[in-house]
């Protein structure tokens, strides 16, 4: 559904050398990148601040012309034919609203039927099924502006697929939103997905989003792409640990067990690190034989942990 092949964006920006004098210098914020994603598949593309997501982005919806590579969308070449491509893609900028400010949400709407030319069936049909899973019944005749972020947001995913499309672009699609909310949209896009095999790509800082929503996942830094794969090798990539919490009968100096490190004591519990890839077993076994274990839990690595260590 999208191909990527040596993608690059180099933006040429001119900065001030001298009360008069201006210099030229490039950006590359997209440096030949690949990737392939397949019909109904949901990938999380990540990246620390300015990774160069947006921007890619951006050329996937032609919105920007890529400086050089290939640029495949449903087949067709986004920065040729974007009309065309319109039609078959949904784009929601967490950041930005694509619904007018001053109209209530079901006036965007129609103006959408009519921008997309949206048959009448299938316009209510889609209309009906977003209001209903998205909650927005109450809120179809309430103008933008005095809807709350969690609610233009559900506004906003609903606009961007009453014209079907294969393709749904998500940039930031959870920010700002309380607990409640984030669960509403992900749960939207989990069914949207399995119901209608709606190809999802999703920009976040959140975490989360991806672990619920995602098998896998593409990391990006400074316009490359360090990591394609599922979420579990991710583990493998960032060097991650487990963590075995032990409870001891009394308070010991640090214990002693070979392949961990104890990185924490707090009167009778210490906690031992271990890499991920290792298998608990013997550690646990050597614990209970050689100290007065009262009790032991083995905690799996924390995402944000892995990935922090990545970005790092
Ligand atoms: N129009 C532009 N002109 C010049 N430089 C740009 C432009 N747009 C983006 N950049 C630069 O390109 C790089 C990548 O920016 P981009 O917005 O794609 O990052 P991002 O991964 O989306 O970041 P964030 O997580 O902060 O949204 C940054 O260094 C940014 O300053």
Not at 90 to 117: A, E, H, K, N
Request: proline share 5%.
């Amino acid at each position: 559904m999208i191909e990527v092949e040596d993608l690059e964006k180099v933006f040429v920006v001119r900065r001030r050398a001298g009360r008069l004098r201006r210099t030229k210098h490039e950006v590359r914020a997209v440096g030949g990148i690949s990737f392939a994603v397949p019909r109904g598949e949901v990938v999380g593309y990540i990246g620390p601040n300015g990774a160069g997501k947006s921007t890619t982005i951006k050329m996937l919806t032609g919105i920007l012309t890529p400086s050089s590579g290939r640029l495949r969308v449903a087949g067709i070449d986004p920065s040729r034919e974007r009309t065309r491509l319109a039609r078959r893609i949904g784009v929601v900028f967490g950041q930005r609203t694509t619904l007018w400010w001053d109209l209530p949400l079901l006036d965007s709407y129609r103006l959408m039927r009519r921008m997309y030319r949206i048959p009448d069936d299938r316009y209510r049909a889609n209309l009906e099924r977003c209001t209903e899973q998205l909650g927005l019944g109450e809120l179809l005749e309430v103008p933008v502006r005095q809807l709350s972020l969690g609610q233009r947001m559900r506004g906003d995913i609903a606009a961007a697929l009453l014209h079907d499309p294969e393709v749904l672009y998500l940039d930031e699609p959870t920010i700002g939103l309380d607990v409640l909310s984030k669960a509403k949209v992900r749960e939207f896009l989990r069914e949207l997905n399995a119901d209608r095999g709606t190809t999802v790509l999703l920009t976040t800082h959140d975490l989360s989003d991806i672990e619920q929503l995602c098998r896998r996942v593409m990391v990006i830094d400074h316009g490359r792409l360090m990591y394609d794969g599922g979420l579990d090798g991710l583990h493998a990539v960032g060097e991650s640990e487990r963590m075995l919490v032990v409870d001891l009968e009394r308070e010991l100096p640090p214990i002693d067990v070979a392949g961990c490190r104890t990185v924490r004591v707090e009167g009778p519990r210490q906690w031992l690190a271990f890499p991920a890839g290792a298998s608990a077993a013997p550690l646990v076994a050597e614990v209970a034989e050689r100290w007065p274990l009262v009790d032991l839990s083995v905690r799996e690595p924390d995402i944000e942990d892995v990935i922090a260590r990545m970005y790092a």
